[in-house]
């Protein structure tokens, strides 16, 4: 048998349903745990649960560490394990995978698996992190060294340590109430006297986080300072884990999706394998809305028509307004989304980000305006609308560069994610006062000048 055989999720669901779960899990158990963890994503749940029965604890423990950054679906066939071999799965799983392996389990089994671990406190200290922050992604399979450890006693601690299969650069130093105190890399302590003492040695100004920090913070933190790992620690400055550089890439990764993806009006949990009921019952609600706030903007062509009925052309000269106005708040708000996500865009910073939004919309619209003008006039022949177009251009390119940054800001004013600004709140705006500015002056000019 090939080996694009044996991590083929369609061949792998056949031998299951004839019986040959066994076997197929001996396959997989030589193959790297972030491709098995693939292909059981892939496989139907009863199938996955079936090779899941027939690995081994330790093997389920090191797949397991790829399966949480997919999410709690990704996860939920676990709990058609046995509970004691979850619980021994579990007990063999660093506390902070293990943590998350329980948040997508019901909650009886929750309580119940629990009450088995060593660790039992740490684990419920880290369920009650919130779901996006340092907590819910830190690592506990650490060595910490203590601060009044010489170099000899704190080589001899690693020797006998087998929780360094994450911490390859960087050792964290504790003092005697397991507060973070600083850190020393392998090579302080290779080069360093085996008399000197870890306080005379470590790097007391360790970048740390506490366990509330945002997600999005930390992958801030670590790129700036160009940091491999990141120490987490409680409300008491006591070390509770770390979140190393993969966890925060993944982060980054989903978080950038999750961005995308509501700018559009999509949900960040849909994807090309989603089915239709349920992008059906994702997409509709935004499209809904988006549908109430269209009527917005037919509204306010409703308030001028008569003006449509003496002036037709007008009726083609509205999408040409409302596309580039739409065009134009997507683009600035795409900017200014990514620019707080990555914390370039603050309060601090906000008003010169405003105006230099507002100077780009007003050159913009100025250009756009004047060759509008002049291609209307070229088609039309009726100066009156074409100027009217001109200077309706202008004006909604200047407020979709305001509104396109002040938006976003009111939003994440309010507690809602700024993501949601564009698709919906940015293009009605730009709708509302594009129509709005181009059909008052063509009712004035019409009013004043007759048609």
Same mark, same amino acid.
């Given at each position: 048998?090939?080996?694009?055989?044996?991590?083929?999720?369609?061949?792998?669901?056949?031998?299951?349903?004839?019986?040959?779960?066994?076997?197929?899990?001996?396959?997989?158990?030589?193959?790297?745990?972030?491709?098995?963890?693939?292909?059981?994503?892939?496989?139907?749940?009863?199938?996955?649960? @079936?090779?899941?029965?027939?690995?081994?604890?330790?093997?389920? &423990?090191?797949? !397991?560490? $790829?399966?949480?950054?997919?999410?709690?679906?990704?996860?939920?066939?676990?709990?058609?394990?046995?509970?004691?071999?979850?619980?021994?799965?579990?007990?063999?799983?660093?506390?902070?995978?293990?943590?998350?392996?329980?948040?997508?389990?019901?909650?009886?089994?929750?309580?119940?698996?629990?009450?088995?671990?060593?660790?039992?406190?740490?684990? @419920?200290?880290?369920?009650?992190?919130?779901?996006?922050?340092?907590?819910? !992604?830190?690592?506990?399979?650490?060595?910490?060294?203590?601060?009044?450890?010489?170099?000899?006693?704190?080589?001899?601690?690693?020797?006998?340590?087998?929780?360094?299969?994450?911490?390859?650069?960087?050792?964290?130093?504790?003092?005697?109430?397991?507060? !973070?105190a600083g850190s020393v890399t392998f090579r302080?302590?290779?080069?360093?006297?085996?008399?000197?003492?870890?306080?005379?040695? =470590?790097?007391?100004?360790?970048? &740390?986080?506490?366990?509330?920090?945002?997600?999005?913070?930390?992958?801030?933190?670590?790129?700036?300072?160009?940091?491999?790992?990141?120490?987490?620690?409680?409300?008491?400055?006591?070390?509770?884990?770390?979140?190393?550089?993969?966890?925060?890439?993944?982060?980054?990764?989903?978080?950038?999706?999750?961005?995308?993806?509501?700018?559009?009006?999509?949900?960040?949990? @849909?994807?090309?394998?989603?089915?239709?009921?349920?992008?059906?019952?994702?997409? =509709?609600?935004?499209?809904?809305?988006?549908?109430?706030?269209?009527?917005?903007?037919?509204?306010?062509?409703?308030?001028f028509e008569s003006t449509v009925a003496k002036?037709?052309?007008?009726?083609?000269?509205?999408?040409?307004?409302?596309?580039?106005?739409?065009?134009?708040?997507?683009?600035?708000?795409?900017?200014?989304?990514?620019?707080?996500?990555?914390?370039?865009?603050?309060?601090?910073?906000?008003?010169?980000?405003?105006?230099?939004?507002?100077?780009? +919309?007003?050159?913009?619209?100025?250009?756009?305006?004047?060759?509008?003008? +002049?291609?209307?006039?070229?088609?039309?022949?009726?100066?009156?609308?074409?100027?009217?177009?001109?200077?309706?251009?202008?004006?909604?390119?200047?407020?979709? +560069?305001?509104?396109?940054?002040?938006?976003?800001?009111?939003?994440?004013r309010f507690g809602i994610d700024p993501a949601?600004?564009?698709?919906? $709140?940015?293009?009605?705006?730009?709708?509302?006062?594009?129509? +709005?500015?181009?059909?008052?002056?063509?009712?004035?000019?019409?009013?004043?000048?007759?048609?």
């Amino acid at each position: 048998m090939t080996l694009s055989d044996i991590l083929n999720p369609a061949r792998i669901t056949q031998r299951i349903s004839q019986g040959d779960g066994a076997a197929v899990a001996a396959e997989l158990r030589v193959e790297q745990p972030a491709d098995v963890a693939e292909i059981l994503m892939e496989i139907p749940d009863a199938a996955e649960v @079936e090779v899941l029965r027939h690995l081994s604890a330790g093997d389920v &423990s090191r797949i !397991l560490e $790829f399966l949480v950054r997919e999410g709690e679906s990704a996860l939920e066939p676990l709990a058609q394990l046995p509970r004691e071999t979850l619980s021994t799965i579990l007990s063999r799983t660093p506390l902070g995978t293990a943590a998350r392996v329980l948040r997508s389990l019901p909650d009886t089994l929750r309580a119940d698996l629990i009450s088995t671990l060593a660790d039992r406190e740490l684990v @419920e200290t880290l369920l009650a992190q919130d779901r996006e922050t340092a907590g819910a !992604l830190v690592t506990t399979d650490f060595i910490a060294l203590r601060d009044r450890m010489t170099v000899g006693q704190a080589r001899e601690a690693i020797r006998a340590s087998e929780s360094l299969t994450r911490q390859f650069v960087q050792l964290f130093v504790v003092d005697a109430e397991d507060r !973070l105190a600083g850190s020393v890399t392998f090579r302080q302590l290779l080069l360093a006297s085996a008399d000197s003492h870890l306080s005379r040695i =470590m790097d007391r100004n360790t970048i &740390s986080v506490p366990a509330g920090t945002d997600q999005e913070e930390c992958a801030r933190l670590m790129e700036r300072y160009r940091l491999d790992v990141l120490p987490t620690v409680d409300d008491n400055g006591r070390l509770l884990g770390f979140i190393d550089l993969a966890e925060v890439l993944h982060v980054a990764e989903g978080e950038a999706t999750e961005d995308m993806y509501m700018i559009v009006g999509l949900n960040a949990g @849909e994807s090309v394998q989603t089915g239709i009921r349920a992008s059906i019952r994702l997409r =509709m609600p935004w499209l809904l809305l988006n549908l109430a706030t269209a009527f917005a903007a037919a509204a306010v062509v409703g308030l001028f028509e008569s003006t449509v009925a003496k002036a037709a052309l007008l009726a083609a000269f509205l999408p040409i307004v409302g596309g580039q106005g739409g065009n134009a708040i997507i683009q600035t708000v795409t900017i200014v989304v990514r620019s707080i996500a990555l914390g370039d865009l603050t309060l601090r910073n906000a008003r010169r980000v405003l105006m230099k939004e507002i100077v780009l +919309g007003c050159a913009h619209g100025a250009a756009l305006g004047i060759i509008a003008c +002049g291609a209307a006039y070229v088609w039309s022949g009726d100066i009156r609308l074409s100027v009217a177009l001109g200077i309706a251009m202008t004006i909604n390119m200047l407020v979709a +560069g305001a509104a396109g940054v002040l938006i976003p800001l009111i939003l994440r004013r309010f507690g809602i994610d700024p993501a949601l600004a564009a698709g919906i $709140f940015g293009t009605t705006v730009t709708d509302v006062i594009g129509f +709005g500015v181009l059909l008052g002056l063509a009712a004035l000019s019409i009013s004043l000048l007759g048609v």
